[in-house]
């Protein structure tokens, strides 16, 4: 078996044995990538991404300072954080989006935990949760109520 580096998801050796069937000799490179490689290559960016949604949550140092500096006490741990992502309500869905000049834009999902009164920010495709925002924030930066 060998591990990928990435997420530690495990493929047979000369899994992609038969993909090297369509080199070519004198350039030394591929002519052709034959069905087998193509079935292959999709299986493991399959296996890719569902490692990748079953790894666990990474709090950021950024979550954690301002967990302790807005929430107040030490920040929970990651299944917590998971746990609380899970029972919240989702206000925004997770999306990379274009600007007309075609630069990318990662615009995280958000999760309200009523329970805590926080929300809570996430880059669901590096599974990381970045920051915490609380009522308290919201008033502050808008100068008045919500």
Request: net charge positive.
């Amino acid at each position: 078996m060998i591990t990928l580096k990435s997420n530690g998801a495990q493929v047979r050796k000369g899994f992609f044995q038969s993909c090297a069937h369509g080199v070519s000799q004198k350039a030394g490179r591929p002519s052709s990538i034959g069905q087998p490689c193509l079935i292959r290559m999709a299986f493991v960016m399959n296996v890719l991404k569902k490692s990748n949604e079953n790894s666990m949550l990474h709090l950021t140092k950024h979550f954690k300072e301002r967990w302790e500096e807005r929430v107040g006490g030490a920040a929970p741990e990651p299944e917590d954080v998971e746990t609380m992502i899970a029972d919240a309500i989702e206000l925004q869905k997770f999306r990379n989006a274009y600007t007309p000049r075609g630069r990318r834009l990662t615009i995280l999902a958000l999760y309200w935990v009523p329970e805590r009164g926080v929300v809570v920010k996430v880059n669901e495709k590096t599974r990381q949760a970045v920051t915490v925002v609380t009522e308290a924030d919201f008033i502050e930066k808008r100068g008045g109520a919500i």
